[in-house]
C-alpha cells in the first residue's frame, strides 16, 4: 500500500467510486488526508474493512457511515471517532492485537448504539471493560455471535449480555483457557449454562482447550 493512493486509483474511483459499495485495506498506512480522498469517492459504501492497516491523525469533521452496514477491524490502528454516524450495523467484527490498539471506549459507544446489528465477532479482547457498565441499554438482537480469546473484566455483565440475546442461533466461543488462566475462575460455567438454556440456538461451537468442565 506504498505511494498509496495514487492519481490512477484516485481517477478511476472518480468514474467508478458512486457504485462501489464494498472497500477492503490490506497493509495500508495512510494519513487522513490520504483515506478522505478515497472516502469522497466513494459515498455510497455499505462494507468497510481494515486488515493490519494503520489510519494516521484525527478526522477534523465527521465522516459520513450512515449507509454502512457491515465493518471489519482486523489489528488495525484508526481512531474510532470517524464512525461516530455509523448506526446501521448489521455485522461487526473487532479482531485486536494483544496490545488494544483500538480505542475500546469508543468502540463500546459505538457497539451500544446500533439497533440492527445482527452479527459480532470479537477476538482478542482481553481485560477488556467493553461490559462494566451494567446499566448499558443493548437495542440490538444478535442472531451470530463468535468470542474468540475474549476475557471480559466484568464477567457477569458479559453473562446478562448473553442472557439478554433472545435471537441467537449460532455461537461460537474459542478461547485457550490456560493461557488467560481462567480455569480456577470458573470463568465460563455462568457463560454456558445461558447459552445452554437458549432453545433456539441451533448451531454451537464450543473450542476451549485446558479447561475443566466437571460441572457440566
Known amino acids: 500500500c506504498d505511494n498509496f493512493p495514487d492519481e490512477t486509483l484516485l481517477h478511476g474511483l472518480q468514474n467508478i467510486g458512486s457504485s462501489v459499495k464494498s472497500l477492503e485495506l490490506n497493509y495500508c498506512n495512510l494519513y487522513i488526508d490520504e483515506f478522505l480522498k478515497i472516502l469522497n469517492e466513494t459515498s455510497h459504501l455499505t462494507s468497510l474493512s481494515l486488515i493490519h492497516s494503520k489510519i494516521l491523525e484525527k478526522p477534523q469533521r465527521l465522516l459520513n457511515f450512515e449507509s454502512l452496514t457491515h465493518l471489519k477491524l482486523v489489528e488495525s490502528e484508526i481512531e474510532l471517532e470517524f464512525l461516530e454516524n455509523a448506526n446501521a450495523l ?3 467484527h473487532i479482531e485486536v492485537n494483544d496490545t488494544n490498539t483500538v480505542d475500546l471506549a469508543s468502540f463500546q459507544t459505538i457497539l451500544f448504539r446500533q439497533t440492527n446489528l445482527k452479527s459480532l465477532v470479537m477476538i482478542n ?3 477488556s471493560n467493553l461490559f462494566d ?6 437495542r440490538f438482537q444478535l442472531e451470530s ?17 448473553i442472557e439478554r440475546q433472545r435471537a441467537l442461533f449460532d455461537v461460537e466461543i474459542s478461547i485457550n483457557a490456560m493461557k488467560l488462566g481462567l480455569d480456577r ?16 440456538v441451533k448451531t454451537f461451537a464450543l473450542n476451549i482447550e485446558n479447561y475443566n468442565f466437571i460441572n457440566f
Open 90 to 92: 448489521r455485522e461487526v
Open 125 to 127: 479482547l482481553r481485560l
Open 133 to 138: 457498565d451494567a446499566s448499558q441499554a443493548c
Open 145 to 161: 455471535l463468535n468470542v474468540v480469546n475474549c476475557h471480559f473484566k466484568s464477567k457477569e455483565n458479559f453473562e446478562l449480555f
Open 185 to 200: 475462575m470458573r470463568y465460563f460455567d455462568g457463560i454456558l449454562e445461558r447459552l445452554m438454556c437458549k432453545k433456539i
